[in-house]
């Protein structure tokens, strides 16, 4: 972890979401001075991102700048993923804690260190076991090779409900057909045959 000089001013927005300042970073490397040793560290390594095509833009930017080549390593992009997982909701990092019970009182600004550590958390509990009403996800599938991002494919598994969960659920189903009295769209579909 480093910080580095920007070489020029820094957005007051962005100052406010980060907290520093060209004062605090002006004795820091420049970018063209660490970045060798960023690809060599980089080098072969697969990469876990939160929404991948904004930072990958900025640090592929700032190495054509320098002259030097923009990052082609595989590239997991966790935004892509959870949106995949999680659909409709949101998925920002402090939702994604939120979602996975990930401690992040502490981040009260964003900080590429702290977001770093929780972004890990984050990603083990997306990839550890089903969190949420749907079967396995192979996230592993969900790997997006190409770091200016593409398409990502998933696949879920099916598992069919056993007899036992069948009959629980159109107990369940009753009970909230005769609460909404006979409005229980879900047992309309089942009587219709339009679902499983």
């Known amino acids: 972890h480093r910080y580095l000089n920007p070489e020029r001013e820094i957005d007051e927005g962005a100052a406010a979401v980060h907290g520093l300042t060209l004062d605090r970073l002006l004795d820091e490397a420049k970018f063209a001075e660490i970045a060798p040793a960023l690809l060599e560290f980089l080098d072969g390594a697969e990469l876990i991102i939160h929404n991948a095509p904004f930072d990958l833009g900025f640090l592929n930017s700032e190495l054509e700048r320098i002259g030097l080549p923009a990052l082609n390593n595989p590239v997991i992009d966790t935004l892509k993923v959870a949106k995949e997982l999680h659909p409709g909701k949101k998925?920002?990092?402090?939702?994604?804690?939120?979602?996975?019970q990930i401690n992040n009182s502490h981040r009260t600004l964003h900080g590429a260190l702290l977001d770093t550590e929780l972004l890990a958390e984050v990603y083990l509990g997306m990839t550890r076991g089903q969190e949420s009403l749907l079967a396995e996800i192979d996230v592993a599938q969900a790997v997006d090779h190409d770091p200016q991002g593409g398409r990502i494919e998933l696949t879920v598994r099916v598992q069919e409900a056993g007899a036992d969960e069948l009959a629980q659920h159109e107990e369940q189903l009753n009970e909230i057909d005769k609460a909404s009295k006979g409005a229980c769209v879900w047992k309309q579909l089942l009587l219709n045959g339009l679902a499983r």
């Not at 998925?91 to 996975?100: F, M």
Request: net charge neutral.
């Open 91 to 100: 998925n920002n990092l402090n939702a994604l804690c939120d979602r996975y």
